[in-house]
């Protein structure tokens, strides 16, 4: 029976073989045929346990930190892959190999008690798809980070067209996961909205991305507007990890069965993150003074 006592032995096949994957990504220099059959088989074996687990618990496992945790890393592998397959970035494999092994890493390391309750609210049919197109949402989002902290470091107008397009889709993924939560909270709760906190930092989400994709349009910003745009984008990221982890840890309210313990740890990261992205900001700022001034001179 598969359940979270044996989750290590899929945890360490799958990342062996999206590791495989990534090496075999990096080795090629195009699309690697071997690369997306492991990094396929490493989803599917994570898919095999999160099925597992669904009929052990005999609920969908979407209830607590961990396990939406665990949602994630299958997906990033997912929004890893179609990128790859879609764009062909060599080293697009190794980041989300790595974003979705911390997260495994993470729940081996932080277990938690998984049993069969779900209060009334959770036993509804919106709560599968709503959990879901969220986390997916999350990491298509994740991978638009990673590009668009490339596009900062070196100046390619591909970076900036792929970021572009993975934000479009996560944004649109990000709305779809909100009507799904409204049409819940209707049935549950009797509003389609009440202005909880996590109801309204997922639309701070939205808003904030909104900003990343109409950035260009900026008269003010125009020759900048590339550096703007991948600049946002990562800053973008910390919408989305407040709305699924800083809410949990830090506030109250009609979600508060996901609530959980340890915000201190959180709270560093938040502003290592943020002093992160300035510093990142200042350094890529300087790196983009230069192109242009050697692009101008080659006029």
């Known amino acids: 029976m598969i359940n979270w006592d044996n989750f290590y032995v899929f945890a360490a096949v799958s990342i062996c073989l999206w590791l495989a994957g990534a090496v075999f990504a990096l080795r090629s220099s195009s699309k690697s045929k071997v690369a997306i059959v492991f990094t396929s088989g490493g989803i599917i074996i994570l898919g095999i346990f999160i099925a597992g687990l669904w009929i052990f618990l005999q609920r969908p496992p979407l209830r607590t930190m ?3 945790r ?3 890393s299958f997906f990033m ?3 890893g892959l179609l990128t790859y397959i879609r764009w062909k970035y060599r080293w697009i494999l190794s980041f989300s190999t790595l974003l979705s092994t911390v997260f495994v ?5 932080k277990p938690e008690i998984h049993d069969q309750s779900l209060m009334p609210a959770l036993q ?4 599968i798809p709503h959990v879901t197109v969220y986390m997916f949402s999350y990491s298509v989002l ?6 668009a902290l490339t596009g900062l470091f070196r100046h390619k107008e591909e970076y900036l067209h792929t970021a572009d397009n993975l934000v479009y889709a996560g944004v649109a993924f990000l709305s779809i996961g909100m009507l799904l939560g409204s049409l819940w909270a209707k049935e549950a709760w009797g509003n389609y909205w009440s202005w909880d906190p996590k109801e309204t ?3 701070i989400s939205i808003v904030v991305y909104a900003l990343v994709l109409h950035i260009r349009f900026i008269p003010l910003l125009k020759g900048k507007t ?3 745009f991948n600049l946002l984008s990562v800053v973008a990221i910390l919408s989305v990890i407040m709305t699924w982890f800083g809410v949990n840890y830090y506030l109250s309210g009609l979600h508060s069965y996901g609530k959980t313990e340890g915000g201190d740890f959180l709270l560093w990261i938040w502003g290592l993150g943020v002093c992160l992205v300035f510093v990142l900001a200042l350094f890529a700022r300087k790196r983009l003074n230069n192109y242009l001034k050697i692009k101008n001179n080659s006029l």
């Open 142 to 147: 994740g991978c638009a980070f990673i590009i």
């Open 70 to 72: 665990l949602w994630y």
């Open 226 to 228: 590339d550096w703007c």
């Open 124 to 127: 509804s049919v919106w709560f």
């Open 77 to 79: 592998g997912i929004a």
């Open 201 to 203: 930092w997922a639309l």
């Open 66 to 68: 961990g396990e939406t």
């Open 105 to 109: 890493i993470i729940n081996l390391m």
